[in-house]
């Protein structure tokens, strides 16, 4: 079993920047992709960046260039630096352990194992 909590959302103007957070306990994770998905309200649970164990990395093209995912399997967690943040990044964020090992499945939300409770992310104009 593992448990994760994510940490770091909050309110910020358009432009700004945000860092998320990710603690996970229980079992070790360190063998799994993690990835980061948001949801806002009426839409579905959308892919925003994914990590492989080594450290290789994948991000929608809606965040490429303005979000950075990174993860240090020695502390177990799993970070999301978010910069030049838009109106329509506002959402909850998910962090989440999946069980794939190719980008295709690492990208889809079925495939992973363990969810976080969420944290929001809210951008103003």
């Known amino acids: 079993q593992v448990q994760l909590v994510e940490s770091g959302g909050g309110l910020v103007q358009a432009g700004g920047s945000l860092r998320l957070s990710c603690a996970a306990s229980g079992r070790t994770f360190s063998s799994n992709a993690m990835g980061w998905f948001r949801q806002a309200p009426g839409n579905e649970r959308e892919f925003v960046a994914g990590i492989k164990w080594l450290g290789a990395t994948r991000y929608a093209d809606s965040v490429k260039g303005r979000f950075t995912i990174s993860r240090d399997n020695a502390k177990n967690t799993v970070t999301l630096q978010m910069n030049s943040l838009k109106p329509e990044d506002t959402a909850v964020y998910y962090c989440?352990?999946?069980?794939?090992?190719?980008?295709?499945?690492?990208?889809?939300?079925?495939?992973?194992?363990?969810w976080g409770q969420g944290t929001q992310v809210t951008v103003s104009s």
């Open positions: 989440g352990s999946s069980g794939g090992s190719t980008w295709s499945a690492i990208s889809n939300w079925s495939s992973y194992e363990y």
